[in-house]
């Protein structure tokens, strides 16, 4: 029951963020916090979650990503768990797992996610950051 509460109120957050950005009224958190974390945290609530469908999951972090960063940890952490939890939704068997790579050249950090599952159909790539489709 805890699970299915916390999902629903993930979603509704997600629509409220979905008109907060709509209206421009969506403000971004500028706070140093511990990055290693922050991505360890979010590992930890999807491994459990990969684990169940039976899928691989690993978190990859270069050995010169910075401990301590400024941002937004919530927004990070919101992004992470939707985009990973949509690889394993769409990940039959296999693995997935998130890389984290510092791009020194450009003073920015780089998050992948890589995994086996079966991607994006061509006929589905424009509508890709339509609202609401799926």
């Not at 940890?73 to 998130?98: E, H, M």
């Amino acid at each position: 029951m805890q699970h299915s509460g916390n999902a629903l109120i993930s979603i509704i957050n997600d629509i409220l963020d979905f008109s907060k950005i709509e209206s421009g009224k969506l403000s971004l958190e500028s706070v140093s916090f511990d990055l290693l974390d922050c991505i360890q945290g979010v590992g930890d609530i999807l491994a459990l979650r990969a684990q169940e469908a039976g899928l691989q999951f690993a978190v990859q972090i270069e050995k010169d990503v910075p401990e301590r960063v400024t941002g937004d940890p919530g927004r990070l952490r919101q992004i992470l768990i939707n985009l990973l939890g949509n690889a394993i939704k769409f990940t039959d068997d296999g693995y997935v797992r998130l890389v984290v790579v510092n791009d020194q050249r450009k003073s920015t950090l780089r998050f992948s996610i890589d995994d086996t599952g079966r991607g994006i159909d061509g006929d589905s790539l424009p509508h890709l950051f339509d609202p609401f489709y799926q």
